[in-house]
T-cell receptor, first 115, second 110 residues
């Protein structure tokens, strides 16, 4: 089955710095790569995703890059703010019958943004 | 706006009890999932369902079962709760890959 490795497990930055979280996956058939943000005491929520037919996607201060050859994808957050502090999870999945995607999650990165 | 709800936010049960965790979604999604979340281990898939009465084991199904009698409702059952099942349980429904999570149930087994 799929295996997703996520690094680092903890990331501490100063407000205004950039943050990068990296994930690698093992199954070359995976074609959907979402990122979820989980604030303390809250549910995970999708912040950005990328499908295998593109190499990069941006949404304001966040971006995701995908390298299918190397089987890794990364989350980039620029101009970090204290409200970016949260646990971030990457996932990899493959579209199956009936549109089902069964994700395998990374173990999470705790991002701390110091004011 | 997708809404996924879970029957309890906090639950305390004794070892050996049968425990039911319920999840309801209101967006007519085909796919529903149960995860447990433990510090440092991320989200681990227990079971998923891609249609009514259909279920598939995830990565850690031992000690759990599920039921999906109606499309909107997916239940997780702990047949005989044990202390190592103390955890946060998250339900999700999914459309084209995006997961919509419920608020979670923090279960403590004493």
């Amino acid at each position: 089955g799929e295996n997703v490795e996520q690094h680092p497990s903890t990331l501490s930055v100063q407000e205004g710095d950039s943050a990068v979280i990296k994930c690698t996956y093992s199954d070359s058939a995976s074609n959907y790569f979402p990122w979820y943000k989980q604030e303390l005491g809250k549910r995970p929520q999708l912040i950005i995703d990328i499908r295998s037919n593109v190499g990069e996607k941006k949404d304001q201060r966040i971006a995701v890059t995908l390298n299918k050859t190397a089987k890794h994808f990364s989350l980039h957050i620029t101009e970090t703010q204290p409200e970016d502090s949260a646990v971030y999870f990457c996932a990899a999945s493959m579209g199956g019958a009936g549109g089902s995607y069964i994700p395998t999650f990374g173990r999470g990165t705790s991002l701390i943004v110091h004011p | 706006d997708v809404k996924v709800t879970q029957s309890s936010r906090y639950l305390v049960k004794r070892t050996g009890e049968k425990v039911f965790l319920e999840c309801v979604q209101d967006m007519d999604h085909e796919n529903m999932f149960w995860y447990r979340q433990d510090p440092g281990l991320g989200l681990r898939l227990i079971y998923f369902s891609y249609d009514v009465k259909m279920k598939e084991k995830g990565d850690i199904p031992e000690g759990y079962s599920v039921s999906r009698e109606k499309k909107e409702r997916f239940s997780l059952i702990l047949e005989s709760a044990s202390t190592n099942q103390t955890s946060m349980y998250l339900c999700a429904s999914s459309l084209r890959g995006e997961q919509y999570f419920g608020p979670g149930t923090r279960l403590t087994v004493t």
